[in-house]
């Protein structure tokens, strides 16, 4: 089960923190990913990160302002969200893949994650 939180209404240029807690004894072997869908749009890739070594990789739209990072003794990820701008604007979700995990690829398609969280709105005025 995942739960997130920390979106909300900012201005653009603004940073939000979202956040999202994991339960089971396993977090550390989970592939995390975030997504997210705007309205009338498909979901989409925003990051993920690795079980093993924690490496990371970001949609071109949101690199060099997003960072991901996780702490496995919390069960949990977080999404730092700097430099916001309107087109960021939607649910986010975050989702896990669980063993036996996907192909690398995979993990930049919401087919290659297991469960989800129930979303998130971030919301960034202009």
């Known amino acids: 089960q995942l739960q997130a939180c920390g979106g909300g209404l900012v201005q653009a240029g603004g940073s939000l923190r979202l956040s999202c807690a994991a339960s089971?004894?396993?977090?550390?072997?989970?592939?995390m990913g975030w997504f997210r869908q705007a309205p009338g749009k498909e979901r989409e890739f925003v990051a993920f990160i690795r079980w093993s070594g924690g490496s990371t990789d970001y949609a071109d739209s949101v690199k060099g302002r997003f960072t991901l990072s996780r702490d496995n003794a919390k069960n949990s990820v977080y999404l730092q969200m700097n430099s916001l701008k309107p087109e960021d604007t939607a649910v986010y979700y975050c989702?896990?893949?669980?063993?036996?995990?996907?192909?690398?690829?995979?993990?930049?398609?919401?087919?290659?994650?297991?469960?989800w969280g129930q979303g998130t709105q971030v919301t960034v005025s202009s």
């Open positions: 089971g004894r396993t977090f550390r072997t989970y592939n």
């Open positions: 989702a896990a893949d669980t063993p036996p995990l996907t192909i690398l690829s995979g993990l930049y398609s919401p087919r290659g994650f297991d469960y």
